[in-house]
């Protein structure tokens, strides 16, 4: 029988083939099957990856959205959430001590024992009993434990007031997060804009130098402005990244969703002067005075509380019951006590404890003053920075103008052939640094805003809310 001579019949596999084995066709056949399941094994992956790189859609991101989304999301927010509820069960912890503390008991016990006649046992003997009480003990009168009690419940307003503080400085750093963000956002776009006209303008050069009427110097020129731009292009890619995953972070948004943010627009602020009565007014609207006020208070019932541990302590205290041999005997038994503690000899401690508790209330209140001078002077920065921020806009809005009018002159006069390419090539940088500016200056401004609507522990008039 006759080989057959074609390498790719599969025929030739089957156990009615010739005896006579061609190898290389049987290798070329294996080949063949190995590279239909490799392209077999592509086009599944490749499936498989347009599936799972659907895109996802881009949420555009009011500022207001943000602050509002800190209240439920924000882990450093929940977190002094959390301080909040410990200090209410504080509360109620202390306000235990004062309330009666009822306790029951049941004891049913067993025993044998032996009696003995010189040195011989006799014999023995088994005895049950059983007792059921109820006891009960209440704090008459306990100056200490009244005290823990009433610094708990301020404590709890420290609490509050210092959540209140928290919210206000993440609301404050969300805020500046976005604005930060957006910042870099349009710096981007004046870039890209950058680039744009130099590319342009090595278009331009390129037509020029072919058609003999330019130098290379010119197009070299070009070509160095538009590698400038394109740097600066990567360097600002990298910035608005950074600043984007730092408001996600902020916000506890997954790091892979996009976010669009939406430009709030806020409105020109009028000019603003430092006056004593809104400083007395931020000095008693601000959540940290408040706090530092509390503080001094509970350091004077500390102090209070460190005296009063040599005031007596009455205690009544009692049980009611049965007792007998077996579970079902009815002998009624009870016991009451009114105890007098008072303490004669501590060793000192009292004394000590009152001079500590002096030195933290002197303590508390040099911070009520420090932080009365921090919002003195972080009021006064403020205004000074809000009407400095205000001019810059102005100023810079000014050059973004005159730096227009300038890139229009040098394209006339290069286009006309009465200059070169680096007065334009100097109009166009000076334009894209011109706006650069003028995004910065419109940063710090809203920033200085920010700050000043922080000082006055509201944040979220920036937004109108």
Same mark, same amino acid.
């Given at each position: ?5 074609n ?24 080949l ?17 990856l ?16 943000a ?13 002094s ?9 504080t ?16 004891t ?9 006649l ?20 209440l ?17 709890v ?18 805020a ?16 890209e ?18 058609a ?15 590698a =400038?731009?394109?740097? &600066?292009? @990567?360097? *600002? !890619? ?6 984007? /995953?730092?408001?996600k $972070? ?6 892979g ?19 004593? =009565?809104?400083?007395? &007014?931020? @000095?008693d *609207? !601000?959540a940290?005075?408040r706090?530092?006020? /509390?503080?001094?208070? $509970? ?24 007792s007998?041999?077996q ?20 060793g000192g401690?009292?004394?000590s404890?009152a ?28 205004v ?5 921020a ?38 166009q940088?000076?334009l ?6 003028l ?7 809203n ?7 922080r ?11």
């Open positions: 029988m006759q080989a057959c001579t390498r790719l019949c599969f025929a030739c596999d089957s156990a009615f083939s010739s005896p006579v084995i061609d190898v290389a066709a049987v290798y070329n056949k294996r063949f099957k190995m590279r239909l399941l490799a392209l077999l094994l592509l086009w599944s992956s490749a499936l498989g347009s599936a799972q790189t659907t895109t996802v859609p881009t949420k555009p991101l009011t500022l207001e959205a602050l509002e989304r800190a209240s439920s999301a924000n882990l450093d927010l929940l977190l959430q959390e301080e909040v509820e410990q200090a209410k069960a509360v109620g912890s202390a306000r235990s001590a004062l309330l009666p503390n009822i306790t029951g008991e049941a049913q016990s067993r025993s044998q024992s032996y009696f003995k010189n040195d011989q046992i006799q014999g023995s003997a088994i005895t049950n009993s059983f007792s059921a009480l109820l006891q009960a003990r704090a008459v009168f306990d100056y200490n434990a009244w005290s823990d009690y009433s610094n708990a419940k301020l404590g307003r420290v609490a509050e007031a210092q959540l209140e503080e928290t919210v206000q400085d993440i609301w404050q750093q969300i500046q997060t976005y604005l930060l963000h957006l910042r870099n956002q349009r710096q981007l776009d004046v870039i804009a950058a680039i744009q006209r130099d590319q342009t303008l090595l278009d331009q050069a390129k037509e020029r130098v072919d003999g009427v330019a130098s290379s110097l010119d197009l070299n020129r070009a070509e160095v402005q538009l =400038t731009s394109q740097f &600066q292009r @990567l360097e *600002q !890619r990298n910035a608005a990244y950074e600043s984007e /995953l730092t408001l $972070r902020l916000l506890n948004l997954p790091l969703q996009p976010v669009e943010l939406v430009d709030p627009k806020l409105t020109e602020a009028q000019p603003v002067s430092y006056n004593d =009565t809104e400083m007395q &007014q931020i @000095l *609207q !601000r940290s005075m706090q530092a006020r /509390l503080n001094i208070e $509970r350091s004077e019932n500390s102090l209070r509380s460190a005296r009063g541990e040599r005031i007596p302590d009455v205690t009544l205290s009692g049980n009611y019951g049965t007998g041999d579970i079902d005997d009815d002998n009624e038994v009870w016991a009451v006590q009114l105890g007098v503690s008072v303490p004669i000899w501590e401690r009292i004394s404890q001079l500590q508790a002096r030195s933290e209330l002197r303590q508390s209140q040099l911070q009520m003053q420090q932080t009365a001078q921090q919002i003195g002077v972080d009021f006064r920065l403020a000074d920075q809000l009407n400095t205000r001019e810059q806009v102005q100023i810079a809005r000014r050059r973004v103008e005159l730096s227009r009018n300038e890139l229009d002159l040098a394209r006339t006069s290069f286009e006309e052939g009465v200059a070169d390419n680096s007065e334009l090539t100097d109009a940088a000076n894209a640094d011109a706006e650069d500016q995004v910065q200056a419109e940063y710090s401004y920033l200085a805003r920010l700050n000043l609507a000082v006055r522990g509201h944040v979220q008039e920036l937004v109108g809310r």
